[in-house]
T-cell receptor
Framework: AQSVTQPDIHITVSEGASLELRCNYS??????LFWYVQSPGQGLQLLLK??????LVQGIKGFEAEFKRSQSSFNLRKPSVHWSDAAEYFC?????????????FGKGTKLSVKP | NAGVTQTPKFQVLKTGQSMTLQCAQD?????MYWYRQDPGMGLRLIYY???????DKGEVPNGYNVSRLNKREFSLRLESAAPSQTSVYFC???????????FGNGTRLTVT
């Protein structure tokens, strides 16, 4: 069965420090992978996506993610975290249902940023 | 350009009451989804509609019904609300399956 695992429920980093949020997926076919961010009281906003090609993808707000097929991972990184990055982050894999599809979400990682 | 609009933003129900959550999109997308979000559970799919006139169950459909009224609108109905349905509900749309979802801002529902 398809699934997405985000091993870290809550991470705290200092402002200016680097960040890596982990994501592992289970899906038999070529995955379509996404990272979304959710600020409190808001809907989800797409950070970046991977469909094919270059395994290092760039997103908005200075985020990037690297797809590693051998490790079934799609970790999110940022070299220097800003206080405004405090939010909850969700990894998702796109799965096909007939001619359409759906996203399977991980349970999320909450990021807190220390001044 | 409003994108995906959900109404209401907040709702409190008593156990056994019914209500309908509304979702409308102006993005001309084919597919629409209803998710619920609970702390520590991520987002779980309730129902989805691949196109106008079709609906399918997702991961957690029990206690809910949906209607895809037209291409723009996709409603979620709770016939007899239960405290376990206290959650934040998100509607989302997508043009095709490998495209990113576009989310509404959510409806926060409390059932007492």
């Amino acid at each position: 069965a398809q699934s997405v695992t985000q091993p870290d429920i809550h991470i705290t980093v200092s402002e200016g420090a680097s960040l890596e949020l982990r994501c592992n997926y289970s899906y038999g076919a070529t995955p379509y992978l996404f990272w979304y961010v959710q600020s409190p009281g808001q809907g989800l906003q797409l950070l970046l996506k991977y469909f094919s090609g270059d395994t290092l993808v760039q997103g908005i707000k200075g985020f990037e993610a690297e797809f590693k097929r051998s490790q079934s991972s799609f970790n999110l990184r940022k070299p220097s975290v800003h206080w405004s990055d405090a939010a909850e982050y969700f990894c998702a894999v796109g799965v096909r249902r007939g001619s359409q599809g759906n996203l399977i979400f991980g349970k999320g990682t909450k990021l807190s940023v220390k001044p | 350009n409003a994108g995906v609009t959900q109404t209401p933003k907040f709702q409190v129900l008593k156990t056994g009451q019914s209500m309908t959550l509304q979702c409308a999109q102006d993005m001309n997308h084919n597919s629409m989804y209803w998710y619920r979000q609970d702390p520590g559970m991520g987002l779980r799919l309730i129902y989805y509609s691949a196109s106008e006139g079709t609906t399918d169950k997702g991961e957690v459909p029990n206690g809910y019904n949906v209607s895809r009224l037209n291409k723009r609108e996709f409603s979620l109905r709770l016939e007899s609300a239960a405290p376990s349905q206290t959650s934040v509900y998100f509607c989302a749309t997508v043009q095709e399956y490998n495209s990113p979802l576009h989310f509404g801002n959510g409806t926060r529902l409390t059932v007492t």
